[in-house]
């Protein structure tokens, strides 16, 4: 009877042991890594606040009077710039056929901009963009997930091109500057390394863009790469489609081109904020491109950090004369003004997505009263 009442029990209870254990090991495994992401961020500031603290940085920090007409420009520039961003996001999804109001899309973009704030780094901003875009829009998650492709990989073009362009231009290439934190990180290694990412991206973006001249064995790889994966196939296609919208690609590049600018311009209208005096802002074009390749990392702060507060002592040398040194933590508290403004900016993009989702409710319950009240009046 005891038997029969265990083996009932056991038939009656859906409960799989190997299933949970392996949920509960899926689940461990991402805790760690988060964990390591956090520890790794911790250690890197606590690095830079170390290196800082020995070159007087506070101190010099709080000798400087501050700017605050700079600061505001500054903020100005970066709201600006994300705006943008996150229209030229909106162009792209259009321009394959997934509706997204503008409205929306800076309700979504202003909360994915907030969560690459968080320790995984940018994949978690554009994951809230595809989750809020898969339940909008069921249909197109294909081209939805190819329009967040392509935002990003326009901006990293972009970025690549701007930062190899800069370092031509504004003689970079020939200064001699060696990081002495980071001896690895020098205008040597930089140069190289630029143009590398950038010819790496060119070709990758012809491959995709181009018409296949390949008479169907291009088509025929595809299917047999990703025959088993339809998921990833349509996605692909949806990323070729692309070919058929060139004018809106040469829109979106030229929309991007602003936007790093405008970033640039706020790193350089910070420094002057902060200390009264920086490299030029075209100096800047290199400068915060540069930094910024450290975003293909997914760490959300601390490489960018580390790169910027190092790049800066490059130019120390061309001012000596004019007293104007950059050491080691100048770098640093400008990247973390920098911060501080992003999470202002994601602090109204909050704001904004809720009293946005409120208004939306309100205008829908107010057209449903209204349709009831037309039904009524039929009826009557």
């Not at 070159?55 to 600006?80: I, M, Q």
């Not at 979504?108 to 968080?118: H, K, M, P, T």
């Amino acid at each position: 009877m005891v038997f029969f009442s265990f083996s009932h029990l056991s038939k009656s209870v859906p409960f799989s042991f190997p299933e949970h254990a392996k949920s509960m090991t899926k689940n461990i495994k991402k805790s760690l890594v988060l964990l390591v992401k956090i520890s790794l961020i911790l250690s890197i500031f606590v690095f830079l606040f170390y290196q800082a603290s020995r070159n007087n940085a506070f101190s010099e920090f709080l000798d400087h009077p501050k700017h605050w007409g700079y600061l505001t420009l500054a903020f100005l520039a970066n709201f600006v710039g994300l705006s943008i961003t996150i229209f030229r996001w909106q162009y792209l999804l259009n321009a394959i056929g997934v509706p997204l109001k503008l409205k929306e899309a800076f309700r979504i973009g202003f909360l994915s901009f907030l969560f690459n704030l968080a320790p995984v780094g940018i994949v978690t901003g554009d994951g809230i963009r595809f989750y809020m875009l898969f339940h909008q829009f069921p249909n197109e998650r294909a081209k939805s997930f190819a329009g967040i492709v392509m935002d990003r990989a326009i901006g990293l073009y972009v970025m690549f091109l701007i930062a190899v362009v800069a370092i031509f231009a504004t003689g970079f290439y020939a200064l001699s500057g060696t990081s002495v934190a980071m001896p690895f990180l020098s205008v040597a290694t930089i140069v190289p390394g630029m143009l590398f990412l950038l010819g790496i991206s060119t070709v990758v973006a012809l491959l995709v863009l181009l018409p296949d001249l390949t008479r169907g064995t291009g088509a025929k790889l595809l299917d047999r790469c990703c025959g088993r994966i339809p998921k990833l196939k349509s996605v692909i296609l949806a990323v070729q489609g692309y070919r058929n919208h060139k004018s809106v690609l040469l829109i979106a590049g030229t929309m991007t081109i602003a936007v790093h600018t405008l970033f640039s311009l706020g790193i350089w209208l910070i420094a002057i904020g902060f200390y009264g005096y920086a490299p030029t802002a075209a100096d800047h074009l290199v400068l915060h491109p540069v930094a910024n390749v450290t975003q293909l990392i997914p760490l959300a702060a601390g490489p960018y950090e580390m790169v910027l507060d190092n790049m800066y002592t490059f130019y120390t040398i061309i001012h000596t004369a004019d007293s104007k040194t950059y050491w080691l933590g100048y770098g640093l508290l400008i990247a973390l003004g920098y911060r501080l403004i992003s999470i202002l900016l994601g602090g109204i993009g909050v704001l904004y997505y809720f009293f946005g989702q409120k208004a939306s409710d309100f205008s829908y319950q107010e057209s449903g009263d209204g349709d009831k009240a037309s039904e009524s009046g039929s009826d009557s």
